[in-house]
């Protein structure tokens, strides 16, 4: 299995510019997090998704922030508009059923000038 | 709501020590306790869970306790290699077990 796959890796982008980040989890995984990490607040969970359900998005910073899971293996993770204090990294990681051991992507580094 | 710290925030050990991280948490209903590991530019990789009835977990040259009373977990890495070296982070999770909560993290270095 090729693990997590997150896209894109580095993104620059300028303030008020719309920003989607990918996420393909492990095959039949059930739960899906996405996690953002900077310097000032460490790791942090946004939100997570059981079998594609959103089920606690208390994480998100605004309503500027966005996740969806379509299908099994894809979720996003939009911010529109980008501010300079979203620049952080994104990691999405999935987990099988109880979602107890989680396998991280190699995450998403977003710059917002 | 819980709070997870780590100590040191940075260690630097020569090759061959026997070293301990330390983990504290402020909420007892702590269910379950993760070690990971993150190397610079990439993502976490779990080294040890801790279940909720359990109190120790090793693999390898790791061992991880937790004592829920006192609000505390220590990684034990024994006979430390320089590719060790990384940032070990703990994190705790109620009954939404992939709901966690991470320290800040230890940076470890270990020289040759």
């Known amino acids: 299995d090729a693990g997590v796959i997150q896209s894109p890796r580095h993104e620059v982008t300028e303030m008020g510019q719309e920003v989607t980040l990918r996420c393909k989890p492990i095959s039949g995984h059930d739960y899906l997090f996405w996690y953002r990490q900077t310097m000032m607040r460490g790791l942090e969970l946004l939100i997570y998704f059981n079998n594609n359900v959103p089920i606690d998005d208390s994480g998100m910073p605004e309503d500027r922030f966005s996740a969806k899971m379509p299908n099994a293996s894809f979720s996003t993770l939009k911010i529109q508009p980008s501010e300079p204090r979203d620049s952080a990294v994104y990691f999405c990681a999935s987990s099988p059923a109880g979602g107890m051991v989680l396998t991280f992507g190699a995450g998403s580094r977003l710059t917002v000038l | 709501k819980q709070e997870v710290t780590q100590i040191p925030a940075a260690l630097s050990v020569p090759e061959g020590e026997n070293l301990v991280l330390n983990c504290s948490f402020t909420d007892s209903a702590i269910y379950n306790l993760q070690w990971f590991r993150q190397d610079p530019g990439k993502g976490l990789t779990s080294l040890l869970l801790?279940?909720?009835?359990?109190r120790e977990q090793t693999s390898g040259r790791l061992n991880a306790s937790l004592d829920k009373s006192s609000g505390r977990s220590t990684l034990y890495i024994a006979a430390s290699q320089p590719g060790d070296s990384a940032t070990y982070l703990c994190a705790g999770s109620g009954t939404s077990y992939g709901k966690l909560t991470f320290g800040q993290g230890t940076i470890l270095t270990v020289h040759p």
């Open positions: 801790i279940q909720s009835s359990q």
